[in-house]
């Protein structure tokens, strides 16, 4: 009997996972999405985009009632009745100060709320982040205008290169304040030091009686890496960060970027489990 029958909720990360390099859901990738289900597997999207920049492609899938799990996990919300799951803010203090530093520091800042993203002015940055979303970004004045109150995640925008020689650093002066994740090359995400998509992915399991044994998860990214860890069982795409990598239970075999997904979830539909990390 195939080893698929145990798992009753799959969590998909959207970019580079669900998404190939053209930032769009190819056939290939959607298709086995749904073998999945047909098996009864409940699948749910999990991303650091936000609920509105997610839902389009959780309604493309056709993954009904959700629901989904956006900005890295700080917001659960149901994709048909706009439920509230879970909801965990970044602490004022921490995000107003991580603000006032980054942009101190000529970053581009934005923060994400609840049905919008915020930044002070637009850059190369901030364009090739809202390229990605649905709903422009709101360019306000002053983005600590409520005090940094009601803030899911703010992110510092930069050169790559400029971002992971600092996120070391930045890591360490915020420890036990906020949860600084470097997501991808120039961006620094800081969430509630009590947020990743592992703890949101846990909250949804429990609302649904499922089993920690019973997850799936698949990603590639470093805010991956704990919701592939947690997962009964994860499975980082052939690109994944070393972190992801290490945090998985398996490894898609190489090949397209594109359709890294579909392999990853015919290898589990197929129970072929030898590709484990070293």
Same mark, same amino acid.
């Given at each position: ?5 145990? @798992?009753? #909720? ?7 996972? #669900? ?8 056939? *290939? ?6 073998? #999945?289900?047909?098996? !009864? ?15 389009? @492609?959780? /309604? ?11 900005? /890295?996990?700080?917001?659960?919300? !149901? ?27 000529? @970053?581009?800042?934005? /923060?994400?709320? &609840? ?6 002015? &637009?850059?190369? +940055? ?16 002053? #983005?600590? +205008?409520?005090?940094?109150? !009601?803030?899911?995640?703010?992110? +510092?925008?930069?050169? =790559? ?14 420890? !036990? ?41 698949? $990603? ?5 890496? =704990?919701?592939?860890? +947690?997962? $009964? @069982?994860?499975?980082?795409?052939? /690109? ?7 945090? *998985? ?30």
């Amino acid at each position: 009997m195939s080893r698929i029958t145990k @798992f009753k #909720l799959a969590a998909i990360d959207i970019d580079d996972t #669900l998404l190939g390099p053209d930032r769009k859901v190819s056939a *290939a990738n959607a298709a086995p999405i749904t073998r #999945l289900r047909g098996r !009864g597997v409940r699948v749910v999207l999990a991303s650091g985009r936000s609920h509105t920049n997610m839902i389009r @492609f959780h /309604h493309a899938l056709e993954l009904g009632e959700g629901p989904v799990v956006s900005n /890295h996990g700080a917001l659960v919300r !149901g994709a048909t009745d706009d439920s509230l799951w879970f909801q965990e803010l970044t602490p004022a203090g921490p995000l107003a100060s991580a603000t006032i530093e980054g942009l101190s520091r000529g @970053f581009s800042v934005v /923060h994400y709320r &609840h049905e919008n993203v915020f930044t002070q002015g &637009h850059s190369e +940055w901030t364009e090739k982040l809202q390229s990605r979303a649905v709903v422009p970004f709101i360019v306000v004045p002053d #983005l600590l +205008w409520t005090r940094g109150e !009601g803030v899911l995640k703010a992110m +510092w925008l930069d050169e =790559p290169e400029v971002i992971s020689r600092l996120a070391a650093e930045i890591k360490a002066s915020y420890a !036990g304040q906020v949860c600084v994740t470097e997501t991808e090359p120039g961006q620094l995400e800081f969430t509630s030091p009590t947020v990743n998509k592992a703890i949101a992915l846990a909250h949804v399991a429990e609302r649904l009686g499922v089993a920690r044994e019973e997850v799936l998860a698949f $990603g590639d990214g470093n805010n991956d890496a =704990p919701m592939l860890e +947690w997962a $009964g @069982f994860g499975v980082a795409m052939s /690109h994944a960060s070393a972190a992801a990598q290490a945090a *998985a239970d398996v490894i898609t075999p190489e090949g397209d970027p594109e359709t890294s997904l579909a392999r990853a979830i015919e290898l589990v539909l197929a129970a072929r489990f030898d590709n484990r990390p070293a």
